[in-house]
């Protein structure tokens, strides 16, 4: 059974950081890109930012230089890493895994950022 369980959201003042975790179990994690999601109210789900199983990374041009992701095969964890963070940051992170023909999903951890 294919498990994505994300962990670190919460409420943060703009401006401040929160790291987001999503542990993988049932799949061989190494082998799987690994990317992070998210979907503010009334709007569609985007991605934010992703990483290969080789290590290169994409980000979405809003986070670019506040996000980092990064992954720990090891631990079977990927992190998102979120600095500088603004109202619009706010939404539903998804932790999504992804090779070939299969896909996977998180539940999904909220991140609201508000004074």
């Known amino acids: 059974q294919v498990q994505l369980v994300e962990s670190g959201g919460g409420l943060v003042q703009p401006g401040g950081s929160l790291r987001l975790s999503c542990a993988a179990s049932?799949?061989?994690?190494?082998?799987?890109?690994m990317g992070w999601y998210r979907q503010a109210p009334g709007k569609q789900r985007e991605l934010v930012a992703s990483?290969?199983?080789?290590?290169?990374?994409n980000y979405a041009d809003s986070v670019k230089g506040r996000f980092t992701i990064s992954r720990d095969n090891a631990k079977n964890t990927v992190y998102l890493q979120m600095n500088s963070l603004k109202p619009d940051d706010t939404a539903v992170y998804y932790c999504?895994?992804?090779?070939?023909?299969?896909?996977?999903w998180g539940q999904g951890t909220q991140v609201t950022v508000s004074s």
């Open positions: 049932g799949i061989i994690f190494s082998i799987y890109a």
């Open positions: 990483i290969a199983r080789g290590g290169s990374t």
């Open positions: 999504n895994a992804a090779q070939t023909i299969w896909d996977y």
